[in-house]
């Protein structure tokens, strides 16, 4: 009978245990380059004579670090933000609003303000060295739809 009641809660510590597991959301952290050759990118994003693209992603939990690095021949522009993918907006650099949701084995990324809309679903591609971001883009200088992807940049 004891025997039976350890068994019971052993199996339900394991599901318990895997259900915590499954839950949590990818780990994105990483370095990330762009692949021009497996992106498809409208025109329109590519316009201003963008030569590459680094994400660089530290991710801890549901606390989320982003510094992008748009390439432009040997010019380097930078961003940076946080978030938390609790779903909940917050300013995001003074002029957005914004908020990250955790769907599944994706993140939904969305900033808006007045005449402008970026929404980015996040997700590993193939496997997870290939980073694809899905964006829709409503605004100036022209409504869009991109799909990013990117190759983690492996440590040598």
Same mark, same amino acid.
């Given at each position: 009978?004891?025997? +039976? #009641?350890? &068994?019971? @809660?052993?199996?339900?510590?394991?599901?318990?245990?895997?259900?915590?597991?499954?839950?949590?959301?990818?780990d994105f952290t990483g370095t990330w380059v762009l692949n021009f050759e497996k992106?498809?990118?409208?025109?329109?994003?590519?316009?201003?004579?963008?030569?590459?693209?680094?994400?660089?992603?530290?991710?801890?939990?549901?606390?989320?670090?982003?510094?992008?690095?748009?390439?432009?021949? +040997? #010019?380097? &522009?930078? @961003?940076?933000?946080?978030?938390?993918a609790d779903g909940k907006t917050r300013r995001l650099k003074i002029i957005f609003?914004?908020?990250?949701?955790?769907?599944?084995?994706?993140?939904?990324?969305t900033m808006w303000r007045k005449n402008y809309l970026n929404s980015v679903n996040?997700?590993?591609?193939?496997?997870?060295?290939?980073?694809?971001?899905?964006?829709?883009?409503?605004?100036?200088?022209?409504?869009?739809?991109?799909?990013?992807?990117?190759?983690?940049?492996?440590?040598?």
């Open positions: 009978m004891m025997i +039976d #009641k350890l &068994k019971y @809660i052993l199996l339900l510590f394991c599901l318990v245990f895997q259900v915590q597991i499954f839950a949590q959301p990818p992106s498809n990118l409208d025109k329109t994003d590519n316009q201003n004579g963008l030569t590459g693209q680094i994400f660089v992603i530290k991710q801890s939990d549901n606390k989320f670090g982003l510094k992008i690095y748009h390439l432009y021949g +040997d #010019k380097k &522009k930078k @961003i940076g933000f946080s978030m938390l609003k914004g908020k990250l949701e955790q769907k599944g084995n994706s993140l939904q990324v996040d997700k590993f591609g193939i496997n997870q060295n290939e980073f694809v971001a899905d964006e829709v883009f409503i605004g100036n200088p022209k409504d869009h739809h991109s799909i990013w992807v990117f190759d983690r940049e492996i440590a040598k």
